[in-house]
């Protein structure tokens, strides 16, 4: 069992940056793939960026991909999500989630395990 909780969300400008961190507690994270999803109201959910385990690698959705930057810090058992040059679009509810796998996945249905969610606010 992993519990996930999230933080570092707020209210921000456009071109801002802020960093959400997730932390775990019941397993090691280094184990786990690890991704970040988000939900914007009325919308889907929908991937944001991902890590294989060991930080053997990482992918980041399109929209993101050059603004956000996804880390692990071991030695703390959590994961980062970097965000720069945020944009209004990029207002969401932010999750974290862990697989038991050394693989990431784009599909949220292939995790494990859950955060709470942070809400991220950008004005325009």
């Known amino acids: 069992q992993v519990q996930l909780a999230e933080s570092g969300g707020g209210l921000v400008q456009a071109g801002d940056s802020l960093r959400l961190s997730c932390a775990a507690a019941g397993r090691a994270l280094y184990f786990y793939a690890m991704g970040w999803f988000r939900q914007a109201p009325g919308k889907e959910r929908e991937f944001v960026a991902a890590s294989w385990t060991g930080s053997s690698g990482s992918g980041y959705a399109d929209s993101v991909k050059g603004r956000f930057t996804i880390s692990r810090d071991n030695a703390k058992n959590t994961v980062y999500l970097q965000m720069n040059s945020l944009k209004p679009e990029d207002t969401a509810v932010y999750y974290c989630?862990?697989?038991?796998?050394?693989?990431?996945?784009?599909?949220?249905?292939?995790?494990?395990?859950w955060g709470q969610g942070t809400q991220v606010t950008v004005s325009s």
């Open positions: 989630a862990s697989r038991r796998s050394d693989y990431a996945s784009r599909r949220g249905d292939d995790y494990d395990y």
